[in-house]
């Protein structure tokens, strides 16, 4: 179980074979890597099954490989266009999950040794443009990060546009996420030079789509993660989800279109200043806080609107029983 979808295990992987796995995407929630937070957002699971189906089967029409098999729909596999109703359920191929060890740092020896067939422990984020909220504007000011580092000559404006985009690495199996230079993710990756350039053209291919989809309803793509694993014969294959709301972070006139919504509402609670205190003590963080506090009704409502008309809007079918668009955003863009 994750904390915002869970895997049920058909077929277990080995080093040997892929595995099949199948998605249950929940209406759960997580911000500030907390975990499941305190509410659930109605429909989330459904919306976001939806729109990641309809993004894997446009990018498997560009012969981008991936490790979607189809949505589940009362026990049978299919296509999202022989969906009859919303269903939460997507079947995948499954990869083995290494675990690096840890012992006052973490240790990738066990997954460079066994990697093929295995996901690879990184996020890649592409970045468009620099929204206010992006953790690039606290790695600057703490000094992680510099503006040439990012193709800039000074310290970029909220809202900067990034051009052409960038892409940042982080790790995916730690306890808390931390950035990579090129090199680190390298190092702990067992990726080669051009194995890398792949997964940024992949990535890059898979922005442009993203991108495009959203532009057609008024957002934008401001940024958003991407994962890999490899086969058995050490292919390439995107893997987890893309092009949700949860994965991506969008725009419309400036007003967040995403959980970065609900990140907005948790950064003026004392929660959160105990999260950010926290953080900077160690691996056991989360033990020195609170629980955080519930969401306010008509918020976590507007919430749910969110993710049902982007999914309606972006696949051209209306799934859910949700507003415009551009409705919900008005009454989003009201109670922050």
Not at 5 to 29: A, M
Not at 60 to 69: A, D, M, P, Q
Not at 265 to 291: D, F, I, L, S
Request: aromatic fraction near 8%; charge should be negative.
């Amino acid at each position: 179980m994750g904390s915002v979808k869970d895997l049920k295990v058909v077929k277990k992987p080995s080093k040997n074979g892929l595995g099949t796995g199948r998605f249950i995407f929940s209406d759960r929630y997580s911000v500030f890597d907390w975990g499941e937070m305190p509410d659930h957002i109605a429909h989330k699971g459904e919306a976001i099954a939806l729109l990641g189906a309809y993004f894997f089967e446009e990018l498997e029409r560009k012969n981008v490989s991936t490790h979607y098999i189809g949505l589940v729909e009362e026990g049978e596999v299919k296509s999202i266009q022989d969906i009859k109703k919303p269903v939460n359920a997507m079947e995948i191929k499954l990869l083995q999950v290494i675990e690096p060890t840890s012992n006052g740092g973490y240790d990738y020896s066990r997954y460079l040794k066994e990697k093929e067939g295995a996901l690879i422990p990184l996020e890649i984020i592409y970045r468009n443009s620099l929204p206010e909220g992006s953790s690039v504007f606290k790695r600057l000011r703490k000094g992680e990060l510099k503006p040439e580092d990012i193709g800039l000559d000074k310290f970029p404006a909220p809202g900067q546009t990034l051009d052409p985009p960038i892409l940042d690495f982080s790790t995916k199996l730690e306890i808390t996420d931390r950035y990579l230079s090129k090199n680190e993710a390298r190092k702990i990756s067992g990726l080669s030079d051009e194995e890398l350039e792949e997964i940024r053209d992949i990535t890059m291919d898979v922005n442009r789509l993203i991108s495009r989809e959203f532009s057609r309803v008024g957002l934008t793509n401001e940024d958003g993660k991407v994962e890999f694993g490899q086969d058995t014969d050490g292919k390439l294959i995107l893997v987890d989800v893309v092009g949700t709301l949860d994965e991506c972070r969008f725009t419309y006139q400036g007003l967040p279109v995403s959980k970065e919504i609900a990140r907005i509402y948790y950064r003026n609670t004392e929660w959160y200043g105990a999260v950010e205190k926290a953080q900077r003590h160690g691996v056991e963080w989360k033990e020195m806080c609170p629980a955080p506090p519930p969401l306010p009704q008509g918020l976590k409502v507007a919430i749910s609107e969110l993710y049902r008309a982007c999914t309606n809007e972006i696949t051209g079918k209306n799934w859910f029983d949700a507003p415009p668009l551009k409705d919900v955003l008005k009454e989003v863009k009201g109670k922050l």
